[in-house]
């Protein structure tokens, strides 16, 4: 199957491939060794683009720059990067709905998920990383690390300081 403006690729364990489309915006999901199309989560066809959650195609994206599958929830989450949401596909029933975070994005440049099922979300117009435990069902920022111009100045020789993320109460 021809794919237009693929970006990025997540594979489940179960060896299911979802492949983000940028310019049809929409992830299309396959079953290797097959190249043929099982799903389609988004688009509707003719690089149609916009806002609004529904079921498969009926779906709309404005630009998926990156998807993930969450092996801990059976979710993907996908960054619909002019819309400034993410969205999250339940693969099984192809419901696609807008995940409601207690932030504001701008310009999500990749998501992904720990082991754990914690949920990592690059933001580069803020310059962060923001952090979010429990996020398929109370999301809630635990954590952010700074990136560019906020980050913390370069190492000099000999010099350390400690990696991780600023701590967020719970």
Known sequence: ASVTGALK??????GTLYVSCY????????????????????????FQSGYADGT??????????DAVFDETSGLIVAADIFNHVLR???????????????QTLS??????????GTLYVADSSHDRVLIYRNW????KL?????????????????????????????
Do not use: C, H
């Not at 690729?9 to 179960?14: C, E, L, P, R, Y």
């Not at 498969?56 to 720059?65: K, N």
């Not at 999250?88 to 207690?102: K, Q």
């Not at 560019?148 to 991780?164: I, K, R």
């Open 9 to 14: 690729v997540s594979f489940a364990a179960s």
């Open 23 to 46: 310019d049809e915006n929409e992830i299309r999901k396959f079953v290797p060794p097959s190249t043929a199309v099982v799903a389609v989560y988004g688009g509707g066809g003719s």
């Open 56 to 65: 498969g195609t009926a779906a709309r994206f404005d630009r998926v720059l």
């Open 88 to 102: 999250i596909i339940a693969p099984g029933t192809a419901a696609v709905t807008t995940l409601v975070l207690p």
């Open 107 to 116: 310009y999500i440049r990749a998501v992904t998920t720990s082991p754990d």
């Open 136 to 139: 398929a069902t109370t999301p």
């Open 142 to 170: 635990t954590g952010m690390a700074l990136v560019g111009e906020d980050a913390p100045p370069p190492l000099m020789p000999n010099q350390t300081w400690q990696v991780g993320a600023e701590a967020v109460a719970d």
